[in-house]
């Protein structure tokens, strides 16, 4: 069984790229060019949406033992002056009983200016019952970084909720909640759309459950 599951995990990284140019061929973009216009008009840079699989993609990714996943396209716009150097980072924070712990993966992927792409956020079950979290970040030339991390979970008696943003426009600098995964023993935890929107009632609720991830992305301006 272990041979198995890292056969499958091996398997799923190979086939990331693949996964991901599938979902780009298939997703619907016949309104980018509104999506970039009504956001100029709005002030800010771009928009990041949630994406639905097809039948034939999600079995694929069920096939190579990803429990969960969470997949996300990205528009930005923007012109850089030569001085800037554009990035976005994704990462995870992690909070116990209410407390921040640590950051997890905190990746970052330079883009041009102007660029498209796709946020793969995937959870495999590991031997032992922990998960191992893969994130993966493809961009409009094709190239795709890829981060993985275990994560130890509490094994019994947890009800766990997820939840994830539907859209959200992109600001510069200004970081957004992409999805949250949240844990309570002996209760039912639940999240709230309102998260997403930064929501502080909402996310303290949240941080009342035992344990909280928040995947978080941010687009960034740095000086050469």
């Not at 039948?55 to 996300?72: C, D, I, Q, T």
Request: aromatic share 12%.
């Amino acid at each position: 069984m272990e041979k198995i599951r890292i056969n499958n995990m091996k398997i799923f990284l190979l086939l990331i790229p693949s996964i991901l140019f599938l979902v780009t061929v298939t997703s619907c973009t016949n309104d980018e060019e509104n999506i970039i216009k009504e956001n100029s008009e709005k002030k800010v840079i771009g928009e990041i949406r949630d994406v639905d699989l097809f039948a034939s993609e999600e079995k694929l990714l069920n096939m190579v033992g990803a429990s969960r996943y969470f997949l996300f396209n990205y528009f930005v716009d923007y012109e850089a002056n030569t001085e800037e150097k554009m990035k976005f980072d994704v990462w995870v924070d992690y909070y116990k009983d209410g407390e921040f712990q640590k950051k997890l993966f905190a990746g970052s992927t330079f883009i041009n200016g102007k660029d498209e792409g796709k946020l793969l956020f995937s959870l495999h079950h590991t031997i032992n019952s922990d998960e191992k979290w893969v994130l993966s970040v493809s961009d409009s030339k094709g190239s795709t970084s890829t981060v993985s991390q275990i994560i130890s979970q509490p094994k019994e008696g947890y009800v766990v909720t997820w939840g994830n943003l539907t859209n959200s426009p992109i600001h510069l600098e200004e970081p957004i909640i992409l999805a949250v995964i949240t844990g309570a023993k002996g209760g039912i935890s639940s999240v709230r759309d309102t998260v997403f929107e930064k929501d502080q009632e909402a996310i303290e609720e949240l941080l009342e459950n035992d344990y909280v991830y928040f995947l978080k992305f941010q687009f960034i301006s740095e000086t050469r």
